[in-house]
């Protein structure tokens, strides 16, 4: 009878990084959340690419079919424009778009004669003829709108699918200007306290008194509208959670005795401050920066409600239901709710990110 030694179990050390990402990984509804969010962000970097209209900010009107039901079918009919139509590469059209090469007509019926395509127009009973040689090489062609038609004739999952960048844009860029001067005047208050902690505390009690939304209208009326002057005036609004926060972690990290050990040794107060105090208050700051993404969503999306976020013809959630609320009331509610339900979707998505980070860096559990 011949008896085996098992192999001993091997062990490796496992990093703070690792052990946190396995914690989050148990997360059910912060990992369904990563996975929305993810494909959002795909959604808005590929952008004219798989929009349905590729036209720039989507505008393609065509009032003939204006407000039609989600699932409407309709013939086009594609007339040479009469002048060159620059094309342009897949980089440029993923970020810009591609203008229209054909002009296009909606048609209920139509049928070839020789070298004249006769067409019925669409919802009118006249027959218009047009020669081949005006018609595009496939002078006919279906278009399907998966969500219907706005006032405008614009396909509305077109305008949907571009929206997600202004929100996206919106939330990191404010988020970056945010952290950066939150963490800065955070820092800086904590650990040198003093009369350099009054007054930069004084200022922060100052920006925390004002309403958020009206400071942010009133930097927004001296900055302008528009889509950059929308993230600046979020972003300058929105450092001051950070700065609290940070400001409270320096306060108490800065008497323990690996700082002081610094200090015994000659470090430099920024060596201390970057090197030692800050990476240990990171998970605090990737949490209040998640939450503080979705206000940033929802502030651009209020904003752009009222007029003063980004301007037509540029694609917004906030916009969207600007442009459709009326329609509440009517039998076309959904133009309004869709860009609702979306905004929902990503402020929950950001929120519930936020707390299962929360869990998984949560050292007493």
């Known amino acids: 009878m011949k008896f085996f030694k098992r192999k001993p179990k091997e062990y490796r050390a496992t990093s703070l990084s690792e052990l946190t990402w396995q914690r989050f990984k148990k997360e059910k509804e912060g990992m369904i959340s990563l996975g929305f969010i993810l494909f959002v962000i795909v959604v808005a970097i590929l952008g004219y690419l798989i929009t349905p209209d590729h036209s720039p900010y989507c505008n393609h009107q065509q009032l003939e079919i204006a407000l039609r039901s989600p699932g409407f079918s309709v013939q086009l009919l594609q007339v040479n424009p009469g002048h060159d139509v620059?094309?342009?590469?897949?980089?440029?059209?993923?970020?810009?778009?591609?203008?229209?090469?054909?002009?296009?007509?909606?048609?209920?019926?139509?049928?070839?004669?020789?070298?004249?395509?006769?067409?019925?127009?669409?919802?009118?009973?006249?027959?218009?003829?047009?020669?081949?040689?005006?018609?595009?090489?496939?002078?006919?062609?279906?278009?399907?709108?998966?969500?219907?038609?706005?006032?405008?004739?614009?396909?509305?999952?077109?305008?949907?699918?571009?929206?997600?960048?202004?929100?996206?844009?919106?939330?990191?860029?404010?988020?970056?200007?945010?952290?950066?001067?939150?963490?800065?005047?955070g820092a800086i208050a904590g650990y040198y306290r003093g009369k350099v902690d009054d007054v930069l505390t004084f200022i922060i009690n100052v920006v925390w008194s004002i309403p958020t939304l009206l400071l942010v209208i009133a930097i927004s009326f001296a900055l302008g509208k528009g889509f950059w002057q929308i993230f600046i005036a979020i972003g300058l609004t929105m450092w001051v959670d950070i700065a609290r926060v940070v400001r409270g972690q320096f306060i108490s990290l800065r008497e323990q005795d690996f700082v002081e050990s610094g200090r015994a040794l000659g470090y430099s107060n920024g060596r201390i401050i970057f090197k030692h105090i800050l990476p240990n208050i990171t998970g605090t700051i990737i949490v209040i920066a998640a939450s503080n993404?979705?206000?940033?969503?929802?502030?651009?999306?209020?904003?752009?409600?009222?007029?003063?976020?980004?301007?037509?013809?540029?694609?917004?959630?906030?916009?969207?239901?600007?442009?459709?609320?009326?329609?509440?009331?009517?039998?076309?509610?959904?133009?309004?709710?869709?860009?609702?339900?979306?905004?929902?979707?990503?402020?929950?998505?950001?929120?519930?990110?936020g707390n299962a980070l929360r869990n998984a860096m949560d050292v007493r559990s």
């Open 86 to 185: 620059p094309k342009v590469g897949p980089l440029r059209k993923m970020l810009f778009g591609q203008p229209e090469p054909y002009q296009t007509i909606p048609i209920r019926e139509y049928e070839v004669r020789g070298d004249t395509l006769h067409a019925c127009l669409f919802e009118q009973s006249d027959w218009v003829a047009y020669p081949l040689s005006d018609l595009a090489d496939q002078p006919v062609v279906s278009r399907k709108f998966l969500l219907g038609t706005d006032r405008y004739g614009r396909d509305v999952l077109s305008q949907l699918m571009m929206g997600t960048r202004v929100s996206l844009a919106v939330g990191f860029l404010s988020i970056f200007i945010a952290l950066v001067i939150g963490i800065a005047v």
């Open 293 to 353: 993404f979705s206000s940033a969503i929802l502030m651009e999306a209020g904003l752009s409600f009222l007029g003063l976020g980004v301007q037509p013809p540029m694609p917004s959630w906030g916009m969207m239901m600007k442009e459709n609320y009326a329609y509440i009331v009517l039998d076309k509610a959904y133009l309004a709710i869709v860009p609702g339900i979306a905004i929902m979707l990503l402020v929950l998505s950001f929120m519930l990110i």
